[in-house]
């Protein structure tokens, strides 16, 4: 599976990469705002993108994703440690993930959604992880 990673922290998105390289993904590249992201979809068609709620330079992650759907066929995953209710992000992205999250959790949290994708329900829920 083909992921992208959008984080403007620049030690979280190294980090997520790192964790999911361990695991087997192909992690195409870490964005940091939605432009990269979208340049970055275009170029390498990732089957999912795990989008951080708030980006640098003022981005929204929602917004990103909804782009990311919309212009390049690429669902999405939401990071955030801020509160957001599911109805805000219904539309735009297949779940939200609640930061902080254990390493586990992240892959489980990949491995559900990819179940998803592919027409299967999810093995089992991980702590964080809301499917909308």
Same mark, same amino acid.
């Given at each position: 599976?083909?992921?992208?990673?959008?984080?403007?922290?620049?030690?979280?998105?190294?980090?997520?990469?790192?964790?999911?390289?361990?695991?087997?993904?192909?992690?195409?590249?870490?964005?940091?705002?939605?432009?990269?992201?979208?340049?970055?979809?275009?170029?390498?068609?990732?089957?999912?993108?795990?989008?951080?709620?708030?980006?640098?330079?003022?981005?929204?992650?929602?917004?990103?994703?909804?782009?990311?759907?919309?212009?390049?066929?690429?669902?999405? !995953?939401?990071?955030?440690?801020?509160?957001? /209710? +599911?109805?805000? @992000?219904?539309? %735009?992205?297949?779940? #939200?993930? *609640?930061?902080?999250?254990?390493?586990?959790? !992240?892959?489980?949290?990949?491995?559900?959604? /990819? +179940?998803?994708? @592919?027409?299967? %329900?999810?093995?089992? #829920?991980? *702590?964080?992880?809301?499917?909308?």
């Amino acid at each position: 599976m083909k992921l992208i990673v959008i984080e403007d922290d620049r030690l979280v998105g190294p980090a997520v990469q790192a964790v999911l390289e361990r695991e087997g993904y192909d992690v195409l590249g870490v964005a940091t705002t939605a432009a990269k992201a979208l340049r970055l979809a275009r170029q390498h068609e990732p089957d999912l993108a795990l989008v951080d709620l708030r980006l640098g330079k003022g981005d929204d992650g929602l917004a990103t994703a909804r782009r990311l759907r919309e212009d390049c066929g690429v669902p999405a !995953l939401i990071m955030t440690g801020f509160d957001l /209710r +599911a109805e805000e @992000a219904r539309g %735009a992205a297949l779940g #939200i993930l *609640r930061k902080p999250m254990a390493p586990h959790d !992240l892959v489980q949290a990949v491995e559900s959604v /990819r +179940a998803l994708l @592919a027409g299967d %329900a999810p093995d089992r #829920i991980p *702590r964080g992880l809301e499917l909308l």
